[in-house]
């Protein structure tokens, strides 16, 4: 039976509630860590922005591990196979959890090389080394809470990674505080009280998968072939993703040769359109769920009535979080107990981060709802095409003597091009690939 407009909304409430939840916790107490890293200083502040956007980067290289398994997963669902949608999700997990062992093997002994490859100056890549090695430790554990995630999406559940995702990183919360302000541990226990965390919300995601294996009698061994096969078809959205944080990596070295306070600015920022953009995301993850489920069920009417929805949606919610980010700017700086220096450079400009959730919203949506298709290929070349947009943009701006608010205006001309490229995809049918 098809899906009304109105069953369809709920449809979508129904995974994105949750969902938002979920994707805001994170963010919200990242920025947490960065308000506790602050006390310390600039040059810890600092520290943490480049730590964070290395590590950053390596978590979201993994982000297949949940956008594919949702797609995957949901697709079965939609075609009735829940069987087979379970092993693709432990088969994901396996997968996490090698990734994430191999990470810790490379990066650890090259952790100084890649903070000195931002440039950074020598008051802030000691401790921006010594976050990166402590972090690098969680690193399994937190592609094992993508992968998870992505089963328990694709199985049509957004309630369950809501509470793992609060309690977890209240705990990083809680334990940052401890760490860093009473037992005085530095910047290194912001990176320990994550590590904990992480690793506790793991475990809660092993334990529920491993029921539903149970119910359903699917072997929790490792089945290499379907390892592999898992593999095989991230690497598009790797590609995809790669692309990505090549944007976000270059205009964080860009931001940290025009100085010390202007990189300390673009780190809170970038963590700020990160707790946007998570918000927004909460609607295109319940478009990977619902696109894959629609499709693998045959129902290319019902997934296009559910994108014309979402994308409505999505331009809604970025004109209120745009709305509220401009009251809340002059406030915002004393949140994270910045100098007067970053102070001037990030109140200046949280005015275009805010201008830009509304096209943000668009794009967030399209890209979940063509994840959600398994359309990875053109995903694949749709980013790397606005990656090469952007890139002469903005190292431009350092080289013309442009500041922060400049940077960000190019950031603003790569998510015009992304909405060009999504847009013009999601307008076609090639993507409404139906069955299982």
């Keep these: 039976m098809a899906l009304t407009p109105r069953v369809g909304s709920r449809e979508i409430l129904r995974l994105a509630v949750p969902a938002f939840g979920a994707l805001v916790a994170e963010p919200l107490f990242i920025l947490v860590d960065y308000a506790i890293v602050g006390r310390l200083g600039t040059a810890s502040l600092g520290a943490l922005g480049i730590a964070g956007a290395a590590l950053t980067t390596l978590v979201n290289v993994c982000v297949f591990l949940a956008y594919g398994t949702t797609a995957a997963v949901a697709r079965q669902v939609g075609a009735g196979n829940l069987l087979r949608a379970v092993k693709q999700g432990i088969d994901g997990l396996w997968l996490a959890t090698a990734i994430g062992l191999a990470l810790i093997a490379i990066c650890w002994p090259i952790a100084p090389w890649i903070v000195e490859w931002f440039g950074a100056a020598p008051e802030v890549s000691g401790q921006a080394v010594t976050y990166l090695r402590v972090s690098l430790l969680g690193i399994p554990a937190m592609l094992i809470i993508l992968a998870g995630t992505g089963v328990l999406r694709g199985l049509q559940d957004t309630v369950t990674p809501l509470v793992v995702s609060v309690g977890s990183f209240a705990l990083n919360a ?11 541990w530095g910047i290194a226990g912001s990176a320990w009280g994550t590590v904990a965390a992480q690793g506790l919300g793991a475990l809660v995601y092993l334990l529920v998968i491993a029921r539903a294996a149970r119910e359903h009698k699917v072997p929790v061994r490792p089945d290499l072939a379907g390892v592999r096969a898992s593999g095989a078809a991230g690497i598009a959205l790797i590609i995809r993703t790669v692309c990505l944080r090549i944007v ?5 070295v860009v931001a940290t040769r025009m100085g010390v306070a202007q990189l ?4 809170i920022a970038t963590q700020i359109w990160s707790l946007l953009a998570y918000a927004l995301d909460a609607i295109a993850i319940a478009g990977q769920a619902i696109t894959g489920r629609t499709l693998g069920a045959g129902r290319t009417a019902d997934t296009r009535a559910a994108t014309r929805t979402m994308v409505a949606w999505g331009v809604g919610y970025g004109i209120v979080l745009g709305a509220a980010l401009i009251v809340l700017r002059p406030v915002i700086p004393h949140l994270f107990g910045a100098d007067a220096a970053v102070s001037a450079e990030l109140v200046a400009v949280l005015w275009p981060v805010a201008l830009l959730q509304p096209l943000a919203g668009v794009v967030f949506v399209l890209d979940g709802v063509l994840i959600g298709a398994g359309d990875r290929r053109y995903l694949a070349w749709a980013s790397a095409i606005t990656t090469a947009v952007y890139l002469p943009v903005a190292f431009a701006v350092v080289h013309l003597g442009g500041g922060l608010v400049a940077l960000w205006a190019a950031f603003g001309l790569w998510m015009a091009a992304r909405l060009v490229t999504l847009g013009s995809r999601a307008y076609g049918r090639a993507w409404l690939v139906t069955g299982g």
């Design 264 to 267: 300390a600015a673009h780190a």
């Design 174 to 184: 809680v334990l940052n505080a401890a760490f860093v302000l009473l037992f005085h």
């Design 248 to 252: 976000l990596i270059a205009a964080t």
